[in-house]
């Protein structure tokens, strides 16, 4: 059964008042032809978890390989890639939202 598959992350946690620097966002997919696919989001002190959701979705959109394969979307802390086109479930994707020289997500 071929679908447009979507995925949904949630960003958990708020930057700490001293924690400015990059989440690390790595995308996972059979279909990238770069997977997984590692993205540097910056972040400032304090930023809510809807505002860094947000900087996410903003970057995936602007980063070609995953915009090529993925629709980008989501609301507050949602960050939800949809591919577009039909295909076979892919057991492999997946979106990871980490500190990366930021803390607290």
């Not at 809807?50 to 602007?62: C, E, G, M, P």
């Not at 295909?87 to 997946?94: E, H, P």
Request: proline share 1%; glycine share 8%; charged share 10%.
């Amino acid at each position: 059964m071929t679908v447009q598959q979507i995925e949904t992350a949630t960003v958990v946690g708020t930057i700490t008042a001293g924690g400015a620097g990059n989440a690390t966002v790595i995308i996972t997919a059979r279909d990238l032809s770069t997977s997984p696919e590692t993205v540097s989001v910056a972040v400032a002190n304090n930023d809510t978890a809807d505002q860094v959701a947000a900087k996410i979705r903003a970057a995936l959109v602007y980063d070609a390989t995953i915009a090529g394969v993925f629709l980008v979307s989501g609301a507050t802390d949602k960050v939800i890639l949809t591919r577009h086109v039909a295909a076979a479930n892919d057991s492999t994707l997946n979106i990871s939202i980490n500190n990366g020289t930021c803390s607290g997500l």
